[in-house]
């Protein structure tokens, strides 16, 4: 059965701090809070346009730090949602927050309310990154966070960001390592990027911050998502969604934006296992002419890579004839060799 989300944003509302590197008025289309009457609009227009197909439902709060609300407004908010509950293609409520705003008591009023999701930002598992990030909190307490959640039997989502001040690459896959230990239900990983108006800009200007490139943060992205899917976690999205206002000319001041960059990291992932399959058979290559990576049909453009990119530098790189072989018995996001 189809899973979808019917996203409502409440855009900075209830974020208590200002994290460097955010701007929700850049980055999200909507700028102003929702009242309860629009957020009946939404929900019903979601259902409505899903029709007859079979799906199962969260009704899900995005944009800002949905604990930090004021008691009121929170529990006004998800009454309104809970509403739906009653309909039996609508199965919970799914909210985004910070680790720093999860305590005992807020668990249970969520669970009561038919919260089924929580999604932490914690963007990262190192203190020091953190701190330069103005997150106000460190990574024992963000563990912390996650074990209360699981504890009280939420699914538990973790968002993550690569290329953040003060980060690097052994921080992020000791990150991505951290997470992994946490068993969360899904993950999300974001390369960081300079959104205009917002201290991490004033930083890059005066260049004390250095983005990550294109490829740098593909890199890292796809390092981490290796640790994380070792455990069988799914990767929920890699890359902003690209929004009109991220498209928009100079919304995006820096960094590594790329409207399909979680294809580009599993791109990149594929190119990897290409390699290490093809030195394991290295001193083989002289015994047939072609050899072919096998892959599922619906894997093939990430072996391929842009413009067949892949295929063109590992057949570069080890000189022989590669191409590749789709066999729909082969595992999703798994290649083999044959000759």
């Known amino acids: 059965m189809r899973h979808i989300n019917i ?3 409440i855009p900075q509302f209830g974020c208590p701090h200002q994290c460097i590197f955010c701007n929700q008025k850049k980055i999200s289309s909507q700028t102003s809070v929702p009242e309860p009457d629009e957020i009946r609009s939404t929900i019903a227009a979601y259902l409505e346009a899903a029709g007859d197909l079979r799906f199962e439902a969260e009704i899900a709060y995005f944009g800002g730090s949905f604990t930090a609300l004021p008691q009121k407004t929170m529990e006004e908010y998800l009454e309104t949602a809970r509403e739906f509950l009653k309909r039996e293609s609508v199965r919970g409520l799914r909210i985004s927050t910070r680790p720093d705003y999860i305590d005992e008591e807020i668990l249970v009023l969520l669970k009561t309310k ?5 999604e932490l930002g914690i963007q990262s598992f190192e203190d020091r990154v953190l701190q330069a990030s103005g997150r106000q909190y460190g990574a024992e307490q963000a563990e912390e966070a996650c074990r209360l959640i699981k504890n009280k039997n939420f699914r538990l989502g973790i968002q993550l960001m690569a290329g953040l001040p003060e980060d690097n690459y052994r921080y992020a896959m000791l990150t991505a ?3 992994a230990a946490l068993k969360p239900d899904m993950v999300r990983i974001y390369p960081t990027l300079v959104i205009k ?3 991490l800009e004033a930083l890059f200007r005066n260049h004390k911050y250095c983005p990550l490139t294109l490829a740098e943060a593909v890199d890292v992205c796809a390092g981490m998502a290796v640790i994380i899917r070792r455990e069988n976690i799914p990767i929920i999205r890699m890359g902003l969604q690209p929004s009109e206002e991220l498209r928009t000319e100079g919304n995006v001041a820096a960094g590594p934006f790329h409207p399909a960059f979680g294809e580009l990291v599993e791109q990149k992932i594929f190119y990897d296992q290409a390699r290490v399959l093809l030195r394991r058979q290295e001193k083989n290559f002289y015994k047939h002419k072609i050899w072919y990576l096998r892959v599922n049909p ?3 453009s990430k072996m391929t890579g842009y413009k067949r990119n892949n295929i063109t530098n590992l057949n570069e790189e080890f000189d022989i004839n590669l191409k590749v072989k789709i066999w729909d018995g082969q595992p999703r996001n798994m290649i083999s060799l044959d000759n």
């Not at 038919?114 to 929580?118: A, L, W, Y």
């Open 197 to 199: 108006e917002t201290p």
């Open 114 to 118: 038919g919260v089924t999701t929580i």
């Open 7 to 9: 996203p409502i944003f």
């Open 298 to 300: 619906k894997d093939v």
């Open 177 to 179: 390592e951290r997470t």
